[in-house]
């Protein structure tokens, strides 16, 4: 059963434009939700995360927003840039487990 | 700080074989969680230990085990193994003690069974 959903599995962008990553998720108890990313070869690396008692959480050019009435959290990457081409995993934890996505595969055009 | 080591980083194996794999955390961290990557699946959660214990387990058969050691290392074992066993099995560490600690991923295992 999976509890967190990335519906895109890819998503194209041209360089300095916007990226926008949703997804979502069914189980109410998560209470804290993160955003990694992985490049081919090596293991995932932590990006962003926001608290379920959040609505938004900016770092730099990443912002994450989460709509806890809808179930869902987006990941906005403004300017996108080259090197931000990975696979996203978007992932939610409860209990001391992180439930994953299944992932986006991001590319950015030059 | 040193980050996560797995070792080994590839395997081969035959169906019905079983094999160990292990996980150095960073320094200071006492939480290993282990992972199930497939393509198109994401990341499959396998369990969680802290402090030697077992805290948290995923939806996978026995034939997955683990264990943690009092230097917070951990092993994961596959025993009987199947052809659909083939993935990347990746451990992440963090410091356990709070709910939203940032976990860190080794490089990964990629194991493939034959």
Redesign the interface.
């Known amino acids: 059963d999976q509890q967190?959903k990335?519906n895109s599995?890819s998503l194209s962008v041209q360089e300095g434009r916007i990226s926008i990553l949703n997804c979502d998720y069914t189980n109410s108890m998560f209470?804290?939700f993160?955003w990694?990313k992985k490049y081919p070869?090596?293991?995932?690396?932590?990006l962003i995360?926001i608290?379920s008692i959040k609505d938004k959480n900016e770092d730099g050019r990443f912002t994450v927003f989460l709509n806890k009435s809808a179930k869902h959290l987006s990941l906005h990457i403004v300017p996108s840039q080259p090197g931000d081409s990975a696979v996203y995993?978007c992932?939610a934890?409860?209990?001391?487990?992180?439930?994953?996505?299944?992932?986006t595969t991001v590319t950015v055009r030059a | 700080k040193a980050g996560v080591t797995q070792t080994p980083r590839y395997l081969i194996k035959t169906r019905g074989q079983q094999v160990t794999l292990s996980c150095s955390p960073i320094s200071g961290h006492r939480s290993v969680s282990w992972y199930q990557q497939t393509p198109g699946q994401g990341l499959q959660f396998l369990f969680e230990y802290f402090s030697e214990t077992q805290r948290n387990k995923g939806n996978f058969p026995g034939r997955f085990s683990g264990r943690q050691f009092s230097n917070s290392r951990s092993e994961m074992n596959v025993s009987t193994l199947e052809l659909g066993d083939s993935a990347l099995y990746l451990c992440a560490s963090a410091s356990g003690l709070h709910q939203d600690n940032e976990q860190f991923f080794g490089p990964g295992t990629r194991l493939t069974v034959l």
Not at chain 1, 41 to 46: D, I, L, N, Q
Not at chain 1, 93 to 103: E, N, V
């Open positions: 967190v990335q599995p209470d804290y993160l990694y070869a090596e293991g995932p690396t932590f995360s608290s995993f992932a934890s409860a209990d001391y487990k992180l439930s994953f996505g299944a992932g």
